[in-house]
């Protein structure tokens, strides 16, 4: 009875251990600024983001929302396979403001004027 009593416990513990590490960096990232860098390093990020993603660019990447959304992913993952330290703010970033900076990559607009408008560079 006492095992039964101790595996309960067991399970229960195990449980909110899961729930709490799949909510608390939720909470914590809930805007592009809150992902721990310091709003000069998320615009000098977000600068550098946009700048690679200009140099990579062609029409066909950005035709239309899907081919879009893989673009800047693969961006992204760009950035991850190079362990670049800010490829989590990337992803952070396309998917939180995917339909601003898809009119941005269309129009080619300035790095800083596109990071700006997002509110991540001052």
Not at 13 to 32: D, R
Not at 57 to 75: C, D, W
Not at 101 to 116: I, M, Y
Request: glycine share 2%.
């Amino acid at each position: 009875m006492a095992d039964v009593k101790f595996f309960a416990v067991l399970i229960v513990i195990a449980f909110v251990g899961i729930v709490t590490s799949f909510t608390l960096p939720n909470q914590h990232n809930q805007n592009h600024r809150s992902s721990g860098a310091s709003e000069e390093t998320n615009c000098s990020a977000c600068e550098t983001i946009y700048r690679v993603a200009l140099s990579h660019l062609k029409p066909e990447y950005i035709a239309n929302a899907t081919s879009a959304r893989s673009f800047m992913i693969g961006e992204c993952n760009m950035f991850r396979q190079q362990h670049v330290p800010f490829w989590p703010f990337c992803f952070e970033m396309y998917t939180q403001n995917f339909d601003a900076f898809w009119q941005d990559l269309k129009s080619a607009t300035v790095p800083l004027q596109a990071c700006k408008a997002l509110e991540i560079c001052q």
